[in-house]
């Protein structure tokens, strides 16, 4: 695989920064939650980092992501900045959704970030139209739809990946099979051994990548978005990985033990930092200053949030419609 070392150095940093940022809200959710000052619930992405970071990474700032209730992942993946993220956490008005949105409404179409969503499988109807109109447009611009293991048993999955197909729109749909859906195990819910088995029932390819190797999703992905652009119609990539923390904060956690550990000892970060060791292009030191310069930009979006202010109660009816 031919990459730029700007781009090795810029996964790192963003595989850095995602689980930085999802620490330090966190501890942000800790503190505010009893006195409701954080707004909705938080579902954690850590340990999954290498999805959002290998897919997004390469797109254009005019392709679009649809993303989900665990997404602040995707969010920083495609460019959001931390402070306005984690401003909106808080609810403030300099949040990225004006503090209307909260954790699981992040949302900034410059950015091509066509939003988080609280309903299980509701981005992927969204990501057809979004694709649809890239077609009918006549842009080359696509469109990754990200969703849970979980969220592809909802009538929305298929429904949109018939159609994407049969229109052979510019869509890339990103499984996120972290193992669960709540409590539920996918072997509980599955009669398939992949998800990505699912493709063949609606004429598309479909891929079943490590997605704890932020490369392999890289290529994988970078093979769909070529397909998507030149008209040849969607992918369906299947990333397995395991996410760190319970489901939402407040739900009790009765994964095995023995499960999690092994699922840490495949954390994509020392991976492929070792990678990058390995291949001689980054250091031990230039790792550790990176981490450093990233844990300084997190400390500093929480300090920004905690000082900025709520909306003003009178602009409650602002923004309702783009
Ligand atoms: C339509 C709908 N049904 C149920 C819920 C409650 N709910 C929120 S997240 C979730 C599980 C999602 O599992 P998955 O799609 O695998 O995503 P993960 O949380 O594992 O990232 C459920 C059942 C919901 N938000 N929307
Ligand atoms: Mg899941």
Redesign the pocket.
Known sequence: MDIQRDTLVEMLRLLYTIRAFEHKARQLYEENRLAGNFLGAL?SYEGEEAVAVGACVDLRKDDRILS???GHGHCIAKGADVKLMMAELLGKETGISKGRGGSMHMFSPELGLLGGN????AGLPLALGSAFTAQYRGTDQVTVCF?????SC?GTFHESLNLASLWKLPVIYIC?N?Q???TTPVAESFPVPNIADRAAGYGCPGVVVDGNDVLAVYEAVGEAVGRARAGNGPTLIECKTY?YQP?CMVIPDRRDTAEMEEWQERDPIPRFEQYLLDQHITSEAEQMQLRQQVNEAIEAAAAFAQVSSLPDPDTVAEYLWA
Do not use: K
């Open positions: 579902h989900t209730h665990r609280g309903i299980m499988g969703f849970g293991d979980g969220s909802q996120e972290n669960y859906a709540v996410r489901h």
